[in-house]
């Protein structure tokens, strides 16, 4: 049976590692941690996640949540051990960040077929691969991907990780427990601001040093990930109309909404470590410590880890990649995860489960599976391989980019609810013969 290695443990290659053994086909697992890591990186597990532990919306009304539940339907590795390793996030699914990398780690190294090498690829191995060295891929390996390219370039945007502070070290006589609109259990720790609170943090925060990171400007980040002190220069109001909107919070010393309130969430199934919701930073340490223990009931906080920045890179992926994110000027080589421009954890893990199941597929000599569109999973990898697609940039996945029904249903949710079970109809359909 003809092996296939595959370069990089993250999220993306740990999926497509899994689907391929549990259908028979050897891999070979390249990592380079513990050789090497990149500067984002802390432990030595497969699948770690940087930036944060939410899986963000659990819901079917939600993009996201049609996607979590298409893998969960497809046997995905990565979540078997997000459920096992959920912590209380009201509508969200966020999960203990170790555990959750262990059980993958743990899981893959016990499968027979599965085979783990630790060593820094530089150059494209020969023979079938795939490679899903993910947004921080070493530069010498992301020259030779540069040469792949048609324009003869990849494409890059930074992002950043959010501070984590210690619950004991929250002040709880000013902060408190809540969901927002009491959406099911009362689990983030909120810290309200007045008026005045907010404009001085946000002073403070836009005039803030910030550490020096090669190639950084304001217009070079990912929305979706945008630094706090950029959002804060963008305007006055910018941060109460995202991460730090204050509806459906109302304090309970007063019975309403603050006018700004600042979220912290859970970050170990212990309960004694939080992430600052949203505050992806590129501050110096110093600075963070300054201007976040501004904000009401971190006063004191306990720093575990400050927020860092870094490069993100990804490939001009409509114009080298097909719809099984096979490179079309050479079949052999696949990409998955966040370097073919899905954006988010959940996305870069279906990246990966489509490529492990396609591959997988063709070894087998059977049929493929060829996700439509209509699925969370198929659409995804038609827009990243949508040659019509102008100035391409990182996409979460959205009702967006799935087709559409064809006929009208009343209401957003509503329609969104019959999307998602025309999905999970096609995805049932579509288990049973892959």
Known sequence: MTSVKVVGAGLAGCEAAWQLVKRGIPVELIEMKPVKRTPAHVSDTFAELVCSNSLRSDELTNAVGLLKEEMRRLDSIVMWSADKNRLPAGGALAVDRVRFSQDITDKLKAHPLLTVTEREITDIPDGRVIIATGPLTADALAEKLVELSPANKCLNFFDAAAPIVTLESVDLDKAYFASRYNKGTPDYVNCPMDEDEYKAFQRELRDAKEAEVHGFDDGNVFEGCMPIEVMARRGEDTMRYGPLKPVGLPD?????????????????????????????????????????????????????????????????????????????????????????????????????????????????????????????????????????????????????????????VRGKRNKNMEISRRALEIIDETGKRI
């Not at 004191?300 to 994110?325: I, K, W």
């Not at 070894?363 to 493929?368: D, K």
């Open 252 to 408: 309970p010393k007063t019975g309403k909404e603050p006018y700004a309130v600042v979220q912290l969430r859970r970050d170990n199934s212990e309960g004694t470590i939080y992430n600052i919701v949203g505050f992806q930073t590129h501050l110096k340490f110093p600075e963070q410590k300054r201007v976040f223990s501004m904000i009401p009931g971190l006063e004191n906080a306990e720093f575990v880890r400050y927020g860092v920045m870094h490069r993100n890179t990804y490939l001009n992926s409509p114009e080298m990649l097909d719809r099984y994110y096979r490179l079309r000027s050479d079949p052999r080589i696949s990409f998955a995860g966040q370097m073919t421009g899905v954006e988010g954890y959940v996305e870069s893990a279906a990246s990966g489960l489509l490529v492990g199941v396609e591959t997988a597929l063709e070894l087998l000599g059977r049929p493929p599976a060829d996700f439509p569109q209509e699925t969370a999973i198929g659409a995804l990898a038609h827009y990243v391989s949508n040659e019509t697609v102008v100035n391409f940039q990182p996409m979460n996945i959205n009702f967006g980019i799935v087709s559409p029904l064809g006929y009208k």
